[in-house]
């Protein structure tokens, strides 16, 4: 028989634990299976794709050059777009009022309007507003450049300038967010040190601010792999482009099209490779 000490710490059953069954979310992944293997089932059946000429232009040299040509242009614009970004940002967070209003004015404007429409602006409007592109040597006659404008804003540049532009405007709201979020403590403990405020911009603010915007800058950067389509608009050869420029003689469009999307997620999948990478090397904490 238990005496009352032993009766005290005897220990208590042990109850089993029952998780709850999520019916709705089963049933939505069973939903979702279906609806893609029935859309699988449509193309298989409908023979829409071509799976011999599919792999013949996955790797050819046409396409090849304008998976380049987009990767290029859209590495070379996010680092301009970084650069302008940072720029903006700061007259955000200046503190004076005339610069912090055109910097918003920017945003605004570049946030706002189709990204498409600036590229058409850059390509057609700037050659007409300034026909020629003239840069003298300082304090003497002789010319540097001299060339039609025509000339200097090609496909390529236009892309690059309205891409890099555009792109800016979403820069500098991540790059000020990321500023912002960084302690005034140890803004006004360097001060305090004698720092001037581009010395602590430079060495405080902005190195744990980079940390900070690593995520969004990186998924910002894979939209503008994407976005580099939009330069098929005005000509340039980039992917989109010459894919359009093939199936409009051969007639081939889904295969085309199927080649291009999966070049592009060749693309976001490297940009995406190097965000883990980054985010790793240089986490938050």
Same mark, same amino acid.
């Given at each position: 028989?238990?005496?009352?000490?032993?009766?005290?710490?005897?220990?208590?059953?042990?109850?089993?634990?029952?998780?709850?069954?999520?019916?709705?979310?089963?049933? @939505? /992944?069973?939903?979702?299976? +279906?609806?893609?293997?029935?859309?699988? =089932?449509? !193309? *298989?059946? $409908?023979?829409?794709?071509?799976?011999?000429?599919?792999?013949?232009?996955?790797?050819?040299?046409?396409?090849?050059?304008?998976?380049?040509?987009?990767?290029?242009?859209?590495?070379?614009?996010?680092?301009?777009?970084?650069?302008?970004?940072?720029?903006?940002?700061?007259?955000?967070?200046?503190?004076?009022?005339?610069?912090?209003?055109?910097?918003?004015?920017?945003?605004?404007?570049?946030?706002?309007?189709?990204?498409?429409?600036?590229?058409?602006?850059?390509?057609?409007?700037?050659?007409?507003?300034?026909?020629?592109?003239?840069?003298?040597?300082?304090?003497?006659?002789?010319?540097?450049?001299?060339?039609?404008?025509?000339?200097?804003?090609?496909?390529?540049?236009?892309?690059?300038?309205? @891409? /890099?532009?555009?792109?800016? +405007?979403?820069?500098?709201?991540?790059? =000020?967010? !990321? *500023?912002? $979020?960084?302690?005034?403590?140890?803004?006004?403990?360097?001060?305090?040190?004698?720092?001037?405020?581009?010395?602590?911009?430079?060495?405080?603010?902005?190195?744990?601010?980079?940390?900070?915007?690593?995520?969004?800058?990186?998924?910002?950067?894979?939209?503008?792999?994407?976005?580099?389509?939009?330069?098929?608009?005005?000509?340039?050869?980039?992917?989109?482009?010459?894919?359009?420029?093939?199936?409009?003689?051969?007639?081939?469009?889904?295969?085309?099209?199927?080649?291009?999307?999966?070049?592009?997620?060749?693309?976001?999948?490297?940009?995406?490779?190097?965000?883990?990478?980054?985010?790793?090397?240089?986490?938050?904490?």
């Amino acid at each position: 028989m238990m005496t009352a000490a032993q009766s005290h710490f005897a220990p208590e059953p042990v109850q089993e634990v029952v998780h709850r069954r999520n019916w709705g979310a089963w049933l @939505l /992944s069973f939903l979702c299976l +279906g609806l893609i293997l029935a859309v699988l =089932r449509a !193309g *298989i059946e $409908a023979r829409i794709l071509d799976p011999e000429l599919f792999v013949q232009y996955l790797f050819s040299e046409q396409i090849l050059i304008g998976a380049r040509n987009a990767l290029v242009l859209g590495s070379l614009a996010m680092v301009l777009a970084c650069g302008v970004g940072l720029v903006v940002a700061l007259m955000r967070v200046s503190g004076n009022p005339i610069m912090a209003s055109i910097a918003a004015i920017y945003v605004y404007f570049f946030r706002g309007t189709p990204m498409l429409i600036q590229l058409l602006f850059w390509f057609n409007a700037v050659p007409i507003m300034f026909g020629e592109i003239s840069i003298p040597l300082p304090f003497t006659d002789i010319m540097l450049l001299q060339a039609p404008t025509t000339q200097m804003v090609t496909p390529f540049v236009a892309a690059l300038i309205g @891409l /890099s532009l555009a792109e800016a +405007g979403y820069m500098s709201e991540i790059i =000020r967010t !990321g *500023i912002q $979020a960084v302690d005034q403590g140890q803004q006004a403990a360097a001060r305090a040190l004698g720092m001037t405020r581009a010395q602590v911009m430079r060495r405080v603010v902005i190195p744990q601010a980079a940390r900070i915007i690593l995520p969004a800058g990186g998924n910002q950067y894979i939209m503008m792999l994407k976005s580099t389509s939009l330069a098929s608009a005005i000509g340039y050869l980039e992917l989109l482009r010459i894919a359009t420029d093939i199936y409009s003689s051969n007639f081939l469009v889904v295969e085309l099209l199927t080649v291009a999307a999966v070049w592009y997620l060749v693309m976001t999948a490297f940009a995406t490779g190097i965000q883990t990478m980054l985010e790793k090397t240089f986490p938050l904490r």
